[in-house]
Nanobody, 126 residues
Framework: QVQLVESGGGLVQAGGSLRLSCAASGRAFSRTPMGWFRQVPGKEREFVAAIDWSGGDTDYAGSVKGRFTISRDNAKNTVYLQMNSLKPEDTAVYYC???????????????????WGQGTQVTVSS
């Protein structure tokens, strides 16, 4: 069983920054690809960023590329999402996700992931 706990959300003005953290426990985190997704009420959950098990490969949704950075510290079983130059349209509940199996590469669909955190609210005011 894997548990994921997000933290770091909050209220920030447009142009500001936030750093989300996702602490994982339970099993071989260091061999597991991870991702961040976000969801606005009434809309489907959307992909934000992905990172491979080593941290050497990352990718982003076009809407956040150049502003967000995903990283991981396998020694601390933690994945991060650094969010800069935030915009009101970034307002959402942000979820981290872990693939259910040890794997290589990057994963982009929410059904590719087997474990999810409870979510953390990010609100960007204009």
């Amino acid at each position: 069983q894997v548990q994921l706990v997000e933290s770091g959300g909050g209220l920030v003005q447009a142009g500001g920054s936030l750093r989300l953290s996702c602490a994982a426990s339970g099993r071989a985190f260091s061999r597991t690809p991870m991702g961040w997704f976000r969801q606005v009420p009434g809309k489907e959950r959307e992909f934000v960023a992905a990172i491979d098990w080593s941290g050497g490969d990352t990718d982003y949704a076009g809407s956040v590329k150049g502003r967000f950075t995903i990283s991981r510290d396998n020694a601390k079983n933690t994945v991060y999402l650094q969010m800069n130059s935030l915009k009101p349209e970034d307002t959402a509940v942000y979820y981290c996700a872990a693939k259910a199996t040890i794997a290589s590469g990057l994963w982009y669909r929410d059904r590719d992931y087997g474990y999810w955190g409870q979510g953390t609210q990010v609100t960007v005011s204009s």
